[in-house]
């Protein structure tokens, strides 16, 4: 569409042209929405003034109001020297010219009084001309070794110390529930292998140590290995290195993901940590940030674009918020079919099919929710909205339009319009829907839930399909806690075991907040920000080791929290007690 130039008064100033036809993106953005919030001109003028469509300015005026729009940019003086580099110029060229690379001198400014990171040491080699150097070989650096970790085994007490210290006595606090969900009971029924030196239940207590801690690669699990409070957990002398977790966690295949979440999720209902009422699904992009992926495209909502990605599919429980289920075994040509495998695992998981499903349009298919139907399995979804089925609401008169308050997080309300049609059809699905139409609730169309549910009440379909962006925070918690966009390979095997084991981690800081007082509704990050990232000591007494949290400003909670002694079965049933600082 050509771009309208705006109407020049005659005697226009030299340079007005600038103004009537903007050549640059930002500045026809500015004036688009300028003539259509502030001068008044119709969307559709405006559109086609500026050459866009009427769809590109709606979502214009969308992110504007939304403060996703920057136009103008005020630059902030800075500081126009480096003190840090300028003190240690003179010392990195002395030390360059006597053949030392850049780390090299960074190690020894380290020792001296003018400090400079690698990064810093580099930036100024280059400002004074000098080439990057090859690396050498360690021995011939002149530098410490690296500290090599222990040789990983089963804990044994009867040589331990009697006290350590540790970074991560709070990671202990988890065990109780470990132990009160069975884990070693969920791997076996999964048929999870163990080797010859580490049992299976380690290997995965290693794994999920990684999440609770928020290290966010198993490459970084270096930063925590020869910790006593993360190797105690494992109840190992120190966590497995990161290339036998990754070699570990190929041996894994996706049946045996499966039989653990069917086995947690028995747990997580007997605990009550999950009702199954309703679940919330979800796709998931995890993005790959290597090159030369194998992997198929898809689109990733944090770049706005369509990448190489891993695809996965979550479930949440709608009533309690817990992860249920993921799934990162997909490709492009099974992922419709992804809600009736989700269906069949929790046939399989509760012995019936589940009651309540809600998700949104882009989850699945219409011959996929005709398939739901016939198995009786009620589903909320959205109705794409197209020209036509916007246009014949539009045309609607407002009598038609019913009044309805819908409740809304934190105990508020809002009022919306709905008309109801008890009898909508699809182009593919065989019989008719229960169609909603609703505004008020935020855009600037109606939005349209369809239901196979033709009993439940209308404020209540509408209430229940809001909270499905419950499931949204779920899996940016994920992101925030427990790495879950931190794809490092292009293979996605182990990536399946990840996503598993973020639901894992999930489940058990959700437990973990049931015994914290005022911790009810906590975030992961939360709980590893103020309790599990709490250092501290490791006793170890006859048959019995005591953790002593250090004092911290939330240790009162801890004091009242439901923490009871507990026998660890991973630890030849020895038994677990706290104490506080």
């Not at 005026?61 to 136009?71: H, I, L, N, S």
């Not at 196979?452 to 509408?462: A, D, G, L, M, S």
């Not at 973020?502 to 992961?524: D, E, K, N, W």
């Not at 709980?527 to 006859?542: A, C, K, V």
């Amino acid at each position: 569409m050509e771009q309208a130039a705006i109407s020049t008064p005659e005697a226009a100033r030299r340079g007005s042209e600038y103004f009537a036809a903007p050549a640059a993106a930002n500045q026809r953005r500015y004036e688009a929405l300028r003539a259509y919030l502030f001068e008044g001109v119709s969307a559709a003028e405006a559109a086609t003034r500026f050459g866009y469509t009427l769809t590109t300015l709606q979502s214009l005026v969308r992110d504007f109001r939304a403060g996703r729009c920057e136009f103008f940019q005020s630059s902030r003086p800075g500081p126009k020297t480096a003190p840090a580099k300028e003190a240690a110029r003179t010392r990195i060229i002395e030390l360059r010219r006597l053949g030392h690379s850049a780390h090299e001198i960074a190690a020894a400014l380290a020792e001296e009084d003018t400090p400079l990171n690698r990064t810093g040491v580099a930036e100024v080699l280059a400002e004074e001309g000098f080439p990057r150097l090859w690396p050498r070989p360690h021995a011939e650096r002149g530098l410490p070794r690296r500290e090599s970790q222990p040789r990983t085994k089963v804990i044994d007490f009867a040589v331990l110390p009697a006290h350590a210290d540790t970074r991560m006595a709070g990671l202990l606090l988890t065990i109780p529930d470990l132990v009160a969900l069975d884990l070693p009971g969920l791997v076996r029924a999964a048929g999870y292998p163990g080797t010859s030196v580490i049992p299976a239940i380690s290997s995965i207590l290693s794994l999920l140590a990684i999440k609770l801690t928020t290290t966010r690669r198993v490459s970084h699990i270096d930063d925590i290995a020869t910790d006593p409070g993360a190797a105690l957990f494992a109840g190992l002398t120190s966590l497995p290195k990161a290339t036998a977790l990754t070699t570990y966690s190929y041996r894994l295949d996706h049946t045996r993901q499966q039989r653990f979440l069917a086995a947690l999720d028995k747990a997580s209902l007997a605990a009550g940590l999950a009702h199954g009422e309703a679940i919330n699904l979800d796709f998931h992009a995890v993005m790959h940030w290597g090159a030369d992926p194998a992997l198929e495209k898809h689109y990733v909502p944090r770049r706005s674009q369509r990448t190489r990605s891993v695809l996965t599919f979550f479930a949440e429980d709608a009533a309690t918020h817990t992860l249920l289920y993921a799934n990162a075994d997909l490709a492009k040509a099974n992922q419709n079919n992804e809600i009736l495998a989700f269906a069949d695992h929790w046939r399989t998981t509760s012995g019936a099919d589940p009651k309540l499903l809600i998700f949104d349009s882009k989850v699945t298919t219409q011959a996929q929710l005709a398939d739901l139907d016939a198995r009786g399995i009620a589903f909320i979804t959205l109705r794409a909205r197209t020209p036509k089925l916007t246009e014949h609401l539009h045309a609607l008169p407002a009598k038609d339009w019913t009044p309805l308050t819908i409740a809304r997080a934190g105990g508020k309300t809002r009022r919306v319009r709905v008309i109801e049609d008890p009898a909508a059809t699809l182009s593919a699905y065989p019989s008719t829907l229960r169609q909603l139409a609703i505004t008020g609730l935020g855009h600037d169309e109606p939005t349209i839930l369809i239901t196979n549910n033709r009993t439940t009440p209308t404020k209540h379909v509408i209430e229940a399909y809001a909270r499905r962006m419950n499931i949204e925070q779920r899996l940016a918690e994920a992101i925030r806690s427990f790495g879950l966009d931190a794809l490092a390979g292009a293979v996605p095997l182990n990536i399946d075991l990840d996503v598993v084991l973020s639901v894992l981690a999930h489940t058990i800081c959700a437990a973990l907040r049931r015994r914290l007082p005022g911790y009810a509704t906590a975030t992961p990050d939360t709980l590893q920000r103020r309790f599990l990232s709490t250092g501290g000591t490791i006793e170890n007494r006859d048959n019995e080791t005591i953790v002593r949290l250090d004092r911290r400003a939330y240790s009162p909670v801890l004091r009242h929290a439901d923490l009871p002694t507990t026998e660890v079965p991973w630890w030849g049933g020895r038994h677990l007690r706290y104490e506080y600082e």
